[in-house]
Nanobody
Framework: QVQLVESGGGLVQPGGSLRLSCVAS????????MGWYRQAPGKQRELVAT???????AYADSVKGRFTITRDNAKQTLYLQMNSLKPEDTAVYYC??????????????WGQGTQVTVSS
C-alpha cells in the first residue's frame, strides 16, 4: 500500500523560506515521477512542480525561480524548497506520486497535505 506523508509546513513571513518533505513507502520510489500540488481556499488544486524518475523538473510559472523540487531516492523522500514566499503561496500543499516514470495527467496517489501560510 502506497503511503505519502508530508511535513514541513507552517507560518512564515513574506520573503521567508520553508522546505517541505514527503516520505514515500509501499512503492519503488526511484521508478516513479513525483509532484507537488497546492490548493488555496476556494480554489482548485493546482500543479506546483514535478520531477521525473530521472530528475528532470518542471514548474508552474508562478513559482519559477523561487521553488526547487528535488528527490532523494535512497531516503524515498521528495522535497520542495520554497524561497521568497508570497502571501499568494498560502495553501495546503500535497505530495503526489505517479505510477509512471514521467508525470502523466494527475498523480495516482496523494498525501494528506501540509498547510503553508505566508503572512506578516
Amino acid at each position: 500500500q502506497v503511503q505519502l506523508v508530508e511535513s514541513g509546513g507552517g507560518l512564515v513571513q513574506p520573503g521567508g523560506s520553508l522546505r517541505l518533505s514527503c516520505v514515500a513507502s509501499g512503492s519503488i520510489f526511484s521508478l516513479t515521477a513525483m509532484g507537488w500540488y497546492r490548493q488555496a481556499p476556494g480554489k482548485q488544486r493546482e500543479l506546483v512542480a514535478t520531477i521525473t524518475s530521472g530528475g528532470n523538473t518542471a514548474y508552474a510559472d508562478s513559482v519559477k525561480g523561487r521553488f526547487t523540487i528535488t528527490r532523494d531516492n535512497a531516503k524515498q523522500t521528495l522535497y520542495l524548497q520554497m524561497n521568497s514566499l508570497k502571501p499568494e503561496d498560502t495553501a495546503v500543499y500535497y505530495c503526489g506520486q505517479y505510477r509512471s516514470v514521467v508525470p502523466v495527467k494527475s498523480p495516482d496517489y496523494w498525501g494528506q497535505g501540509t498547510q503553508v501560510t505566508v503572512s506578516s
